[in-house]
């Protein structure tokens, strides 16, 4: 908090008019009351997607994932600060007696539902025993649905006890597809299938690619909520997207906001702990490309208790459009709790 950042500029297309969009040097670090809850009863140090009940107004009822748990956790957004709430179980897959992870990676809100996406790829570290390896796989390929309204969260955070339905259709259905599915497989350093993002809008969910590239483009796959969740029907058909977000980068996060999407780029390969590497937010309708040239996200140095040497943005949320511009919180992958910050993008 009180550092300052270089000005960024951002070419935006709206209604056919040049925008331009800027990062203000300031930024705010943000409080969090109570505890996001990591592995082995620590401290959250991989949350890794956040999504909202309300797309305006505070407090807002949310929820959020560490990607190195089974559950998912309610947090309460104010203007300033997040309350963390009650957890809630979303998996039970063991392997050897010992629980695997659901790899969380997006989260999203639509039509009564909180939508967690599993990253639907290969576990980062090498694995021998060739069931666990396919366990690890299985628990990491799903689509978890939460049925959960303003009404059943409380103030406070707490939770009536919610209906969750999985699916393993888009595992299915990326691994079905021609251009997808020799890199269902690999691992992330070969480019291997990993989903990142997620976000649904009128009634289509589209998933972020981190990996694989297709002609050095990002992908996002879309396909109906419907069909995912459909039991009676086959595998459903993916349309694909290929965006120009820089050279090598993949999608790390993506929300809808204002009717578009806004996309944090990042690197598509797995950067060493010693690495940051360039972060971007870009705009896109959600046909042909994006729009304009990217904004960096800034990277911060390790602080204490973080558990990466640079965490790196790793989740976005709009909070509120006000007089200066559009306010966004980042969540830093690596850091503890996620050590949220906002930023103000100013239009002119």
Known sequence: MGKRFHTFWMGVAVAS????LAVPGEAREWKVQGRVEGKESDKAKDVSGIACITEAGFPRKCLVIDDEVQWAQVVIVHEDRIVAGQTIQLIDDTYGGKPLELDGEGVAFADGYFY???SHGRPRKKIEDT????ARIKASSQLIRIRLGSDDISPEGHVKPPAIKATAK???ALANHPKLKAFANRELDDYGLTIEGVAIRNGILY???RAPLLDGRAVVASVP?????????GVPNLTLHSLTIGPGN???DLVVCKGEFIVLAGSALALNDEEAGRYSLYRWTGAGDVTGSGVDVPVYPKQKGDKSSYPKPEAILPLEQTQDGLRMLVIYEGAEEGRPRDFTFHWK
């Open 17 to 20: 008019l040049l925008v331009v």
């Open 250 to 252: 993949g999608i790390r």
């Open 116 to 118: 967690v996406m599993g």
């Open 131 to 134: 069931a666990k390896l396919d």
């Open 170 to 172: 888009l595992r299915e």
């Open 225 to 233: 909520v419907s069909a995912l969740f459909d039991e009676t029907s």
């Open 207 to 209: 998933a972020g690619l």
